[in-house]
């Protein structure tokens, strides 16, 4: 059965800490990997992997694959108050309608 | 900018009731999804659709049904809703199938059964 998980679960750090967070994944055929912040509402989309090794950054954010080991990291560095949030990892399975989602790491940043 | 609207952000509702969640997005997007959102569980796909009148069950449709009418519009039923049905609601959307198409998410509608 595919499925997606991420760790922890559950992150409380202070402004201007670096946290990494985790998804691994097991998916048949896989292809990309997402990850989305979702704060009081809906999910934002933040990056998609493809390729192992590239690293994709956005700012303070940036996240790497690596398909031998079937996992993914999402760094945030200097975070801040407003990086609080629900982060996502999702995988979309054969045929791609169907996405696999992580129950999500929940990190808050304290000021 | 892709949006995707629902209609409601909070809902409550008895056991028994028939509820229905509206989706809207405007960007001509060909496939549309509904979740819910649990603590713990993630989001669960409940149905999706990938044309007008084409819908397809995702892992957990028991107890909804959907319609997709117009493409820009996709709705979710609870033809008599329980309180396990208590949950977060996301309507999402993507141009297309495939795995290069990240999807659009709508703000949400929190049922509560009682």
């Known amino acids: 059965e595919d499925k997606v998980v991420q760790s922890p679960l559950s992150l409380v750090v202070h402004e201007g800490d670096t946290v990494t967070l985790n998804c691994s994944y097991e998916?048949?055929?896989?292809?990309?990997l997402l990850w989305y912040k979702q704060e009081k509402k809906a999910p934002t989309f933040l990056f998609m992997l493809?390729?192992?090794?590239i690293e994709k950054k956005s700012g303070r954010l940036s996240s790497i694959l690596d398909k031998k080991e079937l996992f993914s990291i999402l760094n945030i560095t200097a975070t801040q108050t407003g990086d609080s949030a629900v982060y996502l990892c999702?995988?979309?399975?054969?045929?791609?309608?169907?996405?696999?989602f992580g129950a999500g790491t929940r990190l808050f940043v304290k000021a | 900018d892709v949006k995707v609207t629902q209609s409601s952000r909070y809902l409550v509702k008895r056991t028994g009731e028939k509820v229905f969640l509206e989706c809207v997005q405007d960007?001509?997007?060909?496939?549309m999804f509904w979740y819910r959102q649990d603590p713990g569980l993630g989001l669960r796909l409940i149905y999706f659709?990938?044309?007008?009148?084409?819908?397809e069950k995702g892992d957990i449709p028991e107890g909804y049904s959907v319609s997709r009418e117009k493409k820009e519009r996709f709705s979710l039923i609870l033809e008599s809703a329980s309180t396990n049905q208590t949950s977060m609601y996301l309507c999402?959307?993507?141009?297309?199938?495939?795995?290069?198409?990240?999807?659009?998410f709508g703000p949400g509608t929190r049922l509560t059964v009682l």
């Open positions: 659709s990938y044309d007008v009148k084409m819908k």
């Open positions: 999402a959307s993507t141009l297309r199938g495939g795995h290069m198409n990240e999807q659009f």
């Open positions: 960007m001509d997007h060909e496939n």
């Open positions: 493809t390729s192992s090794g």
């Open positions: 998916v048949t055929n896989f292809r990309s």
């Open positions: 999702a995988v979309p399975n054969t045929g791609g309608f169907k996405t696999i």
